[in-house]
């Protein structure tokens, strides 16, 4: 079946599939190079003394202690705690934040009476509002998630709102000439047109969803990622503090690619 697709195509256009994906292969193997020199160069400076593993750490190490947290059963409790905590304030930020959104962009009048504050918001330093957070809901995991929602949601609002704007005024106002209620412009225009600023929106919210938590952790936790780099700097436990760092570059990363995952699911769709 692979032999008769393949027969379809022409002769040039088979030579740039196989170009691209020679392209791919070697962009990916450059990229593990880099990672694996950069590890090694790392792992040898430790060695060697030529930096003090004390306050850097090394490879070896960080691995160590990974493997410690798993064997007394805290290194997945401490992932799942600020995984949770960061997808469910990454999803409630995404939901509101759209919402919020679309509301706006229904009453002009609404828009220009909250804009400002919204402005005045996002510009604030989250992080100010951590006593307040703190004296509202407590010290359990509400006000981390809370922290989260807040450092998301006003992002979601200002991508989308952005994007429900710029919709083409020409398009709109065909289908106004063709007797479409705003619900329908809303539904048929609108909302399809501003696929790729909701991924954009998606994206970027990954990385706030996880400055959110890990902030929220840093402010008040007893479990989290957040947690143990707060500790790790207090016992001055360094292995601890990169430990924990390297793991989260592995959760965001992983949740980065997820969303670019739904990017081509929905992309596909639509040009289907």
Same mark, same amino acid.
Request: with cysteine; proline share 3%; net charge positive.
């Given at each position: 079946? /692979? /032999?008769?697709?393949?027969?379809?195509?022409? *002769?040039?256009?088979?030579?740039?599939?196989?170009?691209?994906?020679? $392209?791919?292969?070697?962009?990916?193997?450059?990229?593990?190079?880099?990672?694996?020199?950069?590890?090694?160069?790392?792992?040898?400076?430790?060695?060697?003394?030529?930096?003090?593993?004390?306050? #850097?750490?090394?490879?070896?190490?960080?691995? $160590? #202690?990974? *493997?410690?947290? @798993?064997?007394?059963?805290?290194?997945?409790?401490?992932?799942?705690?600020?995984?949770?905590?960061?997808?469910?304030?990454? *999803?409630?930020?995404?939901?509101? !934040?759209? !919402?919020?959104?679309?509301?706006?962009?229904?009453?002009?009048?609404?828009?220009?009476?909250? %804009?400002? @504050? =919204?402005?005045?918001?996002?510009?604030?330093? +989250?992080?100010?509002?951590?006593?307040?957070?703190?004296?509202?809901?407590?010290?359990?995991?509400?006000? =981390?998630?809370?922290?989260?929602?807040?450092?998301?949601?006003?992002?979601?609002?200002?991508?989308?709102?952005?994007?429900?704007?710029?919709?083409? +005024? $020409?398009?709109?106002?065909?289908?106004?000439?063709?007797?479409?209620?705003?619900?329908?412009?809303? #539904?048929?225009?609108?909302?399809?047109?501003?696929?790729?600023?909701?991924?954009?929106?998606? /994206?970027?919210?990954?990385?706030?969803?996880?400055?959110?938590?890990?902030?929220?952790?840093?402010?008040?936790?007893?479990?989290?990622?957040?947690?143990?780099?707060?500790?790790?700097?207090?016992?001055?436990?360094?292995?601890?503090?990169?430990? *924990?760092?390297?793991?989260?570059?592995?959760?965001?990363?992983?949740?980065?690619?997820?969303?670019?995952?739904?990017? /081509? =699911?929905?992309?596909?769709?639509? %040009?289907?």
């Amino acid at each position: 079946m /692979k /032999k008769q697709k393949s027969m379809g195509f022409s *002769a040039e256009h088979r030579q740039f599939l196989k170009k691209r994906r020679q $392209n791919v292969a070697l962009v990916w193997s450059l990229r593990l190079g880099i990672l694996v020199l950069l590890l090694g160069l790392w792992e040898l400076s430790a060695d060697l003394g030529w930096v003090d593993p004390f306050l #850097t750490s090394s490879p070896s190490r960080i691995a $160590n #202690t990974i *493997a410690s947290l @798993y064997d007394d059963g805290t290194l997945f409790y401490h992932i799942g705690t600020t995984l949770w905590e960061t997808l469910a304030g990454f *999803a409630i930020a995404v939901a509101v !934040g759209y !919402g919020v959104a679309l509301a706006l962009w229904w009453s002009e009048t609404v828009r220009k009476m909250l %804009e400002p @504050y =919204i402005v005045v918001i996002n510009a604030l330093p +989250k992080i100010a509002l951590g006593p307040l957070i703190i004296i509202w809901f407590g010290t359990g995991s509400t006000a =981390i998630l809370f922290m989260t929602v807040l450092v998301g949601v006003i992002v979601a609002i200002m991508h989308m709102l952005s994007a429900f704007i710029e919709t083409d +005024k $020409n398009k709109m106002l065909l289908l106004r000439s063709m007797g479409a209620s705003k619900f329908q412009i809303l #539904t048929r225009l609108v909302v399809p047109s501003s696929l790729p600023a909701f991924i954009s929106m998606l /994206k970027v919210n990954v990385g706030m969803a996880w400055i959110g938590s890990i902030m929220g952790e840093y402010i008040v936790s007893r479990a989290g990622l957040g947690y143990l780099i707060v500790y790790g700097g207090q016992v001055f436990r360094l292995d601890l503090v990169m430990s *924990a760092t390297l793991i989260l570059c592995v959760l965001a990363a992983g949740m980065y690619f997820l969303v670019v995952l739904l990017e /081509k =699911i929905l992309l596909k769709n639509t %040009e289907n």
